[in-house]
């Protein structure tokens, strides 16, 4: 079946500009994260969905970082005035309710602040 | 707070020989650990995880990864690697307390296979 799907693939962005990104998680899958992962660095907890609710939100790093999962299946994450610091790639996963340690990733979004 | 390191930016290895990739975690309890393989383009693919029992595990593609409490280790192994196998591999510990799906990653370790 079809995996984790995140778009676009690629963002540029100037700084100080709105930025939205897109995952699709697999079908069925209840819980959904976001994950940033830097140059050099390995991926980052952001935040954890599970169904429409944010379960756990304790990994955004300030008040311009959003993400909302309305309908319990797609989710976006939202940057506000983005800043050059917020160039990454942001990493999409989704898991079973049955297996939640399992986690399926998406390819990312990489994002480009200039 | 857990933390995981992975001494080694960077490994070479020839096509046919063994492989071992050393992760070292620092977390008080238990730890849930993780293996996962991030290729060109793709995203993270778990080879192999321990939550407790038998301290080898088996994993896809011929992986498996041995945790030590002693060493507070869980390094990754393969006896023989294939060209396909080049990637960057990251180990990975959950926070415990209910909240293993908040994962902590090592900072990766490259891996180049030489024909």
């Known amino acids: 079946g079809a995996g984790v799907s995140q778009t676009p693939s690629n963002k540029v962005t100037e700084k100080g500009k709105y930025v939205e990104l897109r995952c699709d998680p697999i079908?069925?899958?209840?819980?959904l994260y976001w994950y940033r992962q830097s140059l050099g660095q390995g991926p980052e907890f952001l935040i954890y969905f599970q169904g429409t609710g944010a379960a756990d939100d304790s990994g955004l790093p300030n008040d311009r970082f959003f993400a909302v999962r309305p309908e319990g299946s797609v989710s976006t994450l939202k940057i506000q005035r983005t800043e050059r610091g917020d160039s990454a790639v942001y990493l999409c996963a989704s898991s079973k309710r049955e297996d939640a340690d399992t986690q399926y990733f998406g390819p990312g979004t990489r994002l480009t602040v200039l | 707070a857990q933390s995981v390191t992975q001494p080694d930016i960077h490994i070479t290895v020839s096509e046919g020989a063994s492989l071992e990739l050393r992760c070292n975690y620092s977390?008080?309890?238990?730890?849930?650990l993780f293996w996962y393989v991030q290729s060109p383009g793709q995203g993270l693919q778990l080879l192999l995880k321990?939550?407790?029992?038998?301290?080898l595990v088996q994993g896809i593609k011929g992986f498996e990864a041995e945790f030590k409490r002693s060493q507070s280790s869980f390094n990754l192994r393969k006896p023989s690697v294939h060209w396909s196998d080049a990637a960057e591999y990251f180990c990975?510990?959950?926070?415990?307390?209910?909240?293993?799906?908040?994962?902590?990653f090592g900072k990766g370790t490259l891996l180049t296979v030489n024909p």
């Open positions: 990975a510990v959950g926070a415990g307390g209910g909240s293993n799906y908040k994962l902590t």
């Open positions: 079908s069925g899958h209840t819980a």
């Open positions: 321990y939550f407790s029992g038998d301290t």
């Open positions: 977390y008080g309890a238990t730890p849930y």
